[in-house]
């Protein structure tokens, strides 16, 4: 399945999407820059944006993956154009892992894409869907982490390395929370289609409650620190350390006050 029988209208890129990329790289221009009276106000529109922009992108490999694999619904509805107004869910997509992040600094994977899975034929194309989330976000963690495992932050910033950290950190925690095989998730989405009827029909109610569920599990302190300590190991592979993340989250949260960040030895 190719793009010949979308129209052009169902997969131009919209306006709200190219508004929120536009917002995004002037509040990476003035963190870098150092302009304005507040760094964390900057970091916070940055690394917001970024991250809608990744939730986008996110939810954009869903459908494109389901569009090649046979669902030719899917620019009808308005999922090619990276428009977060056109999802499904829009709560559930947007603004709740933005609170998430607000409130935690975690991220927190939203939902979701319709896609008319009766449309799409073999198992390996099911999962294939459901796994194009996750390894956005982990394409995304790369982008974000590539001065580091480059070697090449001389000359950046302390606040925009901060608020690369940072993001980094979110994108690794999105992949992760999202690859777990909980019912609703879309690490879930990747097995289901290897699951027996019997089974898949027992799991289907639990799938409305899978995220939260997920969030309450966060609040155990044991899992809580397992978890990130697997964050934290794999943002040290990629080169990022605690230090980064850890500043660019106390930037983020400007309404807290302007930290004091020691300087970096050398």
């Not at 609703?184 to 027996?196: A, F, H, Q, R």
Request: hydrophobic content about 50%; glycine content about 12%; proline content about 6%.
């Amino acid at each position: 399945m190719t793009l010949a029988g979308i129209r052009r209208s169902d997969r131009r890129i919209s306006p709200v999407f190219l508004g929120i990329v536009a917002v995004t790289a002037v509040a990476g221009w003035a963190v870098w820059a150092g302009f304005g009276g507040s760094t964390g106000f900057a970091v916070f529109l940055f690394v917001t944006g970024a991250w809608v922009v990744s939730l986008c992108l996110h939810e954009y490999a869903h459908a494109r993956t389901a569009l090649h694999s046979g669902d030719i619904s899917i620019g009808a509805k308005g999922y090619l154009t990276l428009n977060p107004l056109k999802y499904t869910h829009a709560l559930l997509s947007i603004v709740l892992p933005l609170l998430f992040v607000i409130m935690g600094g975690i991220g927190l994977p939203g939902g979701a894409v319709f896609i008319e899975r009766g449309r799409i034929r073999g198992r390996w194309r099911h999962s294939l869907i459901s796994a194009a989330g996750p390894l956005t976000n982990l394409l995304f963690a790369l982008v974000c982490t590539a001065p580091f495992w480059l070697d090449a932050l001389d000359g950046v910033p302390d606040p925009f390395r901060y608020a690369l950290g940072f993001l980094a950190l979110l994108q690794v925690t999105a992949a992760l929370l999202n690859s777990l095989p909980v019912p609703g998730l879309d690490g879930y989405g990747v097995i289901e289609p290897w699951l027996s009827r019997e089974i898949r029909r027992q799991l289907e109610p639990f799938a409305q409650f899978g995220l939260i569920a997920v969030f309450g599990l966060l609040w155990v302190p044991e899992i809580n620190d397992a978890f990130f300590d697997l964050v934290d190991t794999i943002l040290r592979a990629l080169g990022v350390e605690e230090w980064d993340s850890y500043w660019g989250r106390e930037l983020y949260r400007f309404w807290q006050g302007e930290p004091d960040i020691p300087q970096l030895a050398g």
